[in-house]
Nanobody, 130 residues
Framework: QVQLVESGGGSVPPGGSLRLSCAASRYTGRPAAASDCMAWFRQAPGKEREALVVVNTVVGAAYAVYSDSVKGRFTISVDNAKNTVALEMNSLKPEDTAMYYC?????????????????WGQGTQVTVSS
């Protein structure tokens, strides 16, 4: 089993920035490969869950894939020593308001925006409002 814990959500005005963090904890015996693909999703009330960015933590953040809705504004980073990924969000818009989730899974099953992830965090709320 892999436990994911998000942090860093909050409320900011339009144009503001936030940094989300996701810490992955793996139980003894679970190989790191079980969660070497990590992603950020969000879901706004009444809307479907949206994949924002996916990264193979072995390959590195330089090869992350972003959705068009956040490309150029959001940046993912990886710290394998701490088993964490972070999402730097800039130029936030009211439509970015949502619950943000971290997800993880094995890269061998496909580390792409449309992948299915077996492990999920509890979510952290981001609100962009003046």
């Amino acid at each position: 089993q892999v436990q994911l814990v998000e942090s860093g959500g909050g409320s900011v005005p339009p144009g503001g920035s936030l940094r989300l963090s996701c810490a992955a904890s793996r139980y003894t015996g679970r190989p790191a490969a079980a969660s070497d693909c990590m992603a950020w999703f969000r879901q706004a009330p009444g809307k479907e869950r949206e994949a924002l960015v996916v990264v193979n933590t072995v390959v590195g953040a330089a090869y992350a894939v972003y959705s068009d809705s956040v490309k150029g504004r959001f940046t993912i980073s990886v710290d394998n020593a701490k088993n964490t990924v972070a999402l730097e969000m800039n130029s936030l818009k009211p439509e970015d308001t949502a619950m943000y989730y971290c997800a993880a899974g094995p890269s061998w099953s496909g580390c792409v925006l449309g992948a299915e992830f077996p492990y999920w965090g509890q979510g952290t709320q981001v609100t962009v409002s003046s």
